[in-house]
Each structure stands twice: as structure tokens, then as C-alpha cells.
């Protein structure tokens, strides 16, 4: 079974949430090890309120409280959203293995419940199985001992991604709970 960690960027916290950034990267909970071929695509606003993504005032206001780096994608053309839920599809599809692909997500409620209506809106089948959604944030609970060690900018779609999947492992790896 592969594991992928995926991370959203939206203007929105609800389940229409308009997505702006879609990363994630595969990652390999045995060996501890994350793939460096990762998934990376900034989404033009429009296309995605288009298709019935939603923004709301406090995530704007929370965005203009970030840092430059990490708004620096919103000076970035992003690809419309359907090109980026093509694109990371197919990018999925060469993933998985004859037991499928877990995918990852920061809550039960946030990034996979986000992308997979973003599918359901675009009429696109969701392209992991709906048993194989998994709560990063769930298992950041049980373990608060483990401090989460940032790669790149925080708040960059894969480079929250990566930071994510590198805390999990080790998280997993730890054995410490509460």
C-alpha cells in the first residue's frame, strides 16, 4: 500500500473551501523515506469559485497576515482547477500499487473532505478509495511529544506536505503516545 500526504491551500475552511494550492508528496512509512518526486499546483482562484469553491472574509484576512513566501503563489498564474484535479490524479494513479494508496490529510474535515467535493463539483470521479482516507492531524494528537520539524516555507502546499509526512513517520515511529 502506498502512502501520500496530501496538503491544501484555500481561501475557505469548509468542505467548498476554493482550493489555491494542491500539493503532496508519497511517502513510505517502512523505510521512513519521502519521495522527492512530489505533486505541486497552484490553482487559479476563478476556475475554482467557478466550479462552486467558496471564500470567506476571515481566511483572506488570515492569508494577509502570512508571510510574503507564503503568499507569494498568489502572484503565481495558477492552472484552472480541473487541469489541476486532472493532473493530480494521474500523478496519484502512479502511485498506487496493487493495495491501492492511503491518502493523507491534515483533519478528518480539512484536505481530503476539500479536494474530494472539489471532484464531486467537477463531476470527476475521487481518485483514491473513500476507505482509504486517513487523519494526520488524529495521529499528531495522540503523539505530542514529537515536534514537528518545517521544511520550506510554512504554509507552501508541498512543502507543508513534506513537513507533514516527515512528522508522521516519525510519530509512528516513536511509539510514544498518550
Same mark, same amino acid.
Given at each position: 500500500? $502506498?502512502?501520500?500526504?496530501? /496538503? &491544501?491551500?484555500?481561501?475557505?475552511?469548509?468542505? @467548498?473551501?476554493?482550493?489555491?494550492?494542491?500539493?503532496?508528496?508519497?511517502?513510505? &512509512?517502512?523505510?521512513?523515506?519521502?519521495? /522527492?518526486?512530489?505533486?505541486? @499546483?497552484? #490553482?487559479?482562484?476563478?476556475?475554482?469559485?467557478? &466550479?462552486?469553491?467558496?471564500?470567506?472574509?476571515?481566511?483572506?484576512?488570515?492569508?494577509?497576515?502570512?508571510?510574503?513566501?507564503?503568499?507569494?503563489?498568489?502572484?503565481?498564474?495558477?492552472?484552472?482547477?480541473?487541469?489541476? &484535479? +486532472? /493532473?493530480?490524479?494521474?500523478? +496519484? @494513479? $502512479?502511485? *498506487?500499487?496493487?493495495?491501492? #494508496?492511503? =491518502?493523507?490529510?491534515?483533519?478528518?474535515?480539512?484536505?481530503? =473532505?476539500? +479536494?474530494?467535493?472539489?471532484?464531486? $463539483?467537477?463531476?470527476?470521479?475521487?481518485?483514491?478509495?473513500?476507505?482509504? /482516507?486517513?487523519?494526520?492531524?488524529?495521529?499528531?494528537?495522540?503523539?505530542?511529544?514529537?515536534?514537528?520539524?518545517?521544511?520550506?516555507?510554512?504554509?507552501?502546499? #508541498?512543502?507543508?506536505? *513534506?513537513?507533514?509526512?516527515?512528522?508522521?513517520?516519525?510519530? +509512528?515511529?516513536?511509539?510514544? $503516545?498518550?
Amino acid at each position: 500500500m $502506498s502512502d501520500v500526504m496530501l /496538503d &491544501l491551500e484555500t481561501m475557505g475552511n469548509g468542505p @467548498r473551501a476554493a482550493i489555491v494550492a494542491i500539493g503532496a508528496v508519497e511517502f513510505d &512509512l517502512g523505510s521512513g523515506t519521502v519521495n /522527492d518526486d512530489f505533486f505541486y @499546483r497552484v #490553482v487559479d482562484l476563478d476556475s475554482a469559485m467557478r &466550479l462552486g469553491g467558496e471564500v470567506d472574509a476571515s481566511t483572506v484576512t488570515w492569508w494577509l497576515q502570512q508571510s510574503d513566501a507564503a503568499r507569494a503563489m498568489f502572484s503565481t498564474r495558477g492552472v484552472p482547477m480541473v487541469a489541476a &484535479l +486532472l /493532473d493530480f490524479a494521474a500523478w +496519484l @494513479r $502512479s502511485r *498506487e500499487d496493487a493495495g491501492g #494508496v492511503r =491518502v493523507w490529510g491534515n483533519g478528518a474535515s480539512f484536505d481530503n =473532505v476539500i +479536494l474530494a467535493s472539489a471532484y464531486k $463539483s467537477a463531476m470527476m470521479p475521487q481518485p483514491w478509495k473513500f476507505w482509504n /482516507d486517513h487523519c494526520y492531524r488524529t495521529v499528531k494528537a495522540l503523539h505530542p511529544a514529537v515536534e514537528m520539524e518545517r521544511v520550506g516555507v510554512h504554509h507552501n502546499a #508541498v512543502a507543508d506536505a *513534506e513537513s507533514q509526512a516527515r512528522h508522521l513517520i516519525r510519530m +509512528l515511529a516513536s511509539g510514544e $503516545s498518550k
